[in-house]
């Protein structure tokens, strides 16, 4: 991309449009069919070949679209970033209620699974069909695949009811529009057409950018600290997952974990992924809601003469117990016979893993990425650029990310709102 200022004004038989969007995913074409419907000339541009490809892959292949849980007077609850509270303003105008009543408009048939999320009860292709029919009810031209080459600003508008005007060099053609929207997602899961695009362009115009990585990815470990749990890959548990040196804080997820060849992942993991700051070991309780220590003890009261690993078995998954005390050979005798140091050793080891991620499984593996364009940078009324008129950001490439579940496809509705409603 070239510079700030662009070329001289454009050929009169430019097209012009008061808006183009870049990036057709989920807050690119609810942005375009939101601003088409208000009357405006929209256009959406892509360069892959089919439109939202993550949403036909997400949940499953049935998208988490929404989820019931969401406070939007609250968003810290459910979002990360430098300052979630910039996503207020725009979650509370555009609710998952509201979105709900936009499927049964269209008839999408969806169920709740877990904690509020919603799924579509087919197929993913159900949303990205609606978004399509919704497109089309505002007249939205689409050129698809299409590279962008290059954007400049005018100071200067076609029609002169703006304070500019945008300038989009495409490999189908320049285009000229009142207003800019960026809604290129993000850095995760680049074979379906993630690329950096929102960043540079970010740059271009001189916006700040919170440093970006993985979020909602699986955790790795290194190879010998992980030689004792590699056996275990496939196995998942109910645990309670948190940051930090064992201390429950305000991150503290009750999900699944998944024990793989390479690291943990499972929601509990991609949850907290989102949290962990490399180098701080990440705490699992792996029998949450039991006192371990204490079971133990009433065990050896009891003079049991099962091995430790089958009295774990009650509360653990055989096979990690087994691995657990295969580790220590205090572990490997009957309760009765174990002393209590030991006992308690294990089960404070069991309450509080402490381990400590060598890295995560990077962009390839990722659900989103974290940081992004600066919030304060950011009308979080508009999601226009405060310093730059008439260029907006939406959706992923924006510092919000949401808890798995649904939130970051609400994230990329209601931004989408807030700014087809300023355009
Ligand atoms: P999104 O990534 O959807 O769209 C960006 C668009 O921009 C793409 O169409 C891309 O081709 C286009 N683009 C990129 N660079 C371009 C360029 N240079 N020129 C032109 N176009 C360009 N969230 C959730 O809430 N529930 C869920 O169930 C899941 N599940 C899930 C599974 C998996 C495997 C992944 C990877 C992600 C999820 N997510 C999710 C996250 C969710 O998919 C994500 O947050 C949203 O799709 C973000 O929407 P955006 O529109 O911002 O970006």
Redesign the pocket.
């Given at each position: 991309m070239a510079g700030f200022v662009g070329p001289p004004f454009p050929a009169v038989t430019t097209p012009f449009f008061d808006a183009v969007v870049?990036?057709?995913?989920?807050?690119?074409?609810f942005c375009a069919a939101q601003a088409g419907q208000r009357g405006l000339r929209v256009l959406l541009?892509?360069?892959?070949t089919r439109?939202?490809?993550?949403?036909r892959?997400?949940?499953g292949g049935r998208?988490?679209?929404?989820?019931q849980e969401l406070d939007a007077t609250a968003p810290q609850r459910h979002f990360v970033g430098a300052n979630p509270q910039f996503a207020r303003s725009a979650l509370s105008r555009y609710t998952p209620q509201d979105f709900i009543a936009l499927l049964r408009r269209h008839a999408i048939p969806f169920h709740e699974k877990h904690k509020g999320?919603l799924?579509c009860d087919r197929s993913a292709e159900d949303l990205i069909a609606m978004l399509l029919a919704e497109c089309a009810a505002g007249s939205v031209q689409r050129w698809q695949p299409?590279?962008?080459k290059n954007v400049a600003f005018s100071a200067a508008s076609p029609d002169g009811t703006s304070a500019g005007s945008y300038h989009i060099d495409t490999d189908r053609g320049p285009v000229t529009a009142r207003s800019l929207v960026i809604?290129?997602?993000?850095l995760?899961?680049p074979k379906?057409?993630?690329?950096d695009?929102?960043y540079r362009l970010a740059q271009q115009f001189g916006l700040p950018l919170v440093e970006r990585r993985p979020g909602?990815v699986p955790l790795t470990f290194d190879g010998t600290a992980w030689a004792p749990y590699a056996q275990l890959s496939g196995l998942a548990l109910p645990v309670a997952i948190s940051t930090g040196l064992g201390k429950k804080g305000r991150s503290t997820f009750h999900e699944d974990l998944l024990f793989t060849h390479r690291g943990l992942s499972g929601p509990a993991v991609l949850q907290i992924s989102s949290y962990w700051q490399p180098g701080t070991p990440i705490a699992i309780d792996l029998a949450p809601g039991t006192d371990l220590q204490d079971a133990l003890r009433q065990g050896k009261a009891r003079q049991s003469r099962r091995l430790l690993a089958n009295e774990l078995a009650q509360w653990l998954p055989a096979r990690l117990a087994d691995a657990w005390c295969a580790q220590d050979t205090q572990w490997q005798r009957p309760l009765a016979e174990a002393a209590d140091r030991a006992l308690s050793r294990l089960g404070e080891q069991l309450a509080h893993w402490q381990v400590t991620p060598t890295g995560t499984e990077g962009y390839r593996k990722?659900?989103?990425t974290l940081g992004g364009v600066d919030t304060r940078a950011l009308s979080q009324h508009t999601l226009e650029c405060k310093a730059q008129p008439g260029l907006y950001f939406?959706?992923?490439?924006v510092d919000v990310t949401?808890w798995?579940?649904?939130?970051?496809?609400?994230?990329?509705w209601a931004s989408?709102h807030a700014c087809a409603q300023a355009l």
């Amino acid at each position: 991309m070239a510079g700030f200022v662009g070329p001289p004004f454009p050929a009169v038989t430019t097209p012009f449009f008061d808006a183009v969007v870049i990036g057709a995913g989920a807050a690119g074409l609810f942005c375009a069919a939101q601003a088409g419907q208000r009357g405006l000339r929209v256009l959406l541009i892509d360069h892959a070949t089919r439109v939202a490809e993550k949403i036909r892959i997400s949940g499953g292949g049935r998208c988490n679209f929404t989820n019931q849980e969401l406070d939007a007077t609250a968003p810290q609850r459910h979002f990360v970033g430098a300052n979630p509270q910039f996503a207020r303003s725009a979650l509370s105008r555009y609710t998952p209620q509201d979105f709900i009543a936009l499927l049964r408009r269209h008839a999408i048939p969806f169920h709740e699974k877990h904690k509020g999320q919603l799924f579509c009860d087919r197929s993913a292709e159900d949303l990205i069909a609606m978004l399509l029919a919704e497109c089309a009810a505002g007249s939205v031209q689409r050129w698809q695949p299409c590279a962008v080459k290059n954007v400049a600003f005018s100071a200067a508008s076609p029609d002169g009811t703006s304070a500019g005007s945008y300038h989009i060099d495409t490999d189908r053609g320049p285009v000229t529009a009142r207003s800019l929207v960026i809604a290129t997602g993000g850095l995760s899961i680049p074979k379906i057409g993630a690329t950096d695009f929102g960043y540079r362009l970010a740059q271009q115009f001189g916006l700040p950018l919170v440093e970006r990585r993985p979020g909602l990815v699986p955790l790795t470990f290194d190879g010998t600290a992980w030689a004792p749990y590699a056996q275990l890959s496939g196995l998942a548990l109910p645990v309670a997952i948190s940051t930090g040196l064992g201390k429950k804080g305000r991150s503290t997820f009750h999900e699944d974990l998944l024990f793989t060849h390479r690291g943990l992942s499972g929601p509990a993991v991609l949850q907290i992924s989102s949290y962990w700051q490399p180098g701080t070991p990440i705490a699992i309780d792996l029998a949450p809601g039991t006192d371990l220590q204490d079971a133990l003890r009433q065990g050896k009261a009891r003079q049991s003469r099962r091995l430790l690993a089958n009295e774990l078995a009650q509360w653990l998954p055989a096979r990690l117990a087994d691995a657990w005390c295969a580790q220590d050979t205090q572990w490997q005798r009957p309760l009765a016979e174990a002393a209590d140091r030991a006992l308690s050793r294990l089960g404070e080891q069991l309450a509080h893993w402490q381990v400590t991620p060598t890295g995560t499984e990077g962009y390839r593996k990722a659900e989103v990425t974290l940081g992004g364009v600066d919030t304060r940078a950011l009308s979080q009324h508009t999601l226009e650029c405060k310093a730059q008129p008439g260029l907006y950001f939406i959706g992923e490439v924006v510092d919000v990310t949401g808890w798995l579940g649904g939130y970051n496809f609400q994230w990329a509705w209601a931004s989408a709102h807030a700014c087809a409603q300023a355009l």
